[in-house]
């Protein structure tokens, strides 16, 4: 039987990391923006799916660095069930 993880809501993780992420990319920037309307997974942005959001985000928060980076960016990666 698969063990369910339990996560946050997208919307929280976007939360803390515009706390953390004192200057965020501007290539990253239109992403955290739009993962604050975001709940779980399932849900979209426009035409975008969370998952892609989360991918966009991810691919350009190369910048975004340090501990609370990693596990943010971690918890990010669960969200969207990717290595």
Known sequence: MAELISTRPICEVAREIQKEWKNVNFAAKPYLSAMFSLSSINDNY???SAKSIILYFLSNASSFRGESAKRL????KTIANIK
């Open 46 to 48: 426009l035409m975008d």
């Open 73 to 76: 960016k971690k918890e990010l």
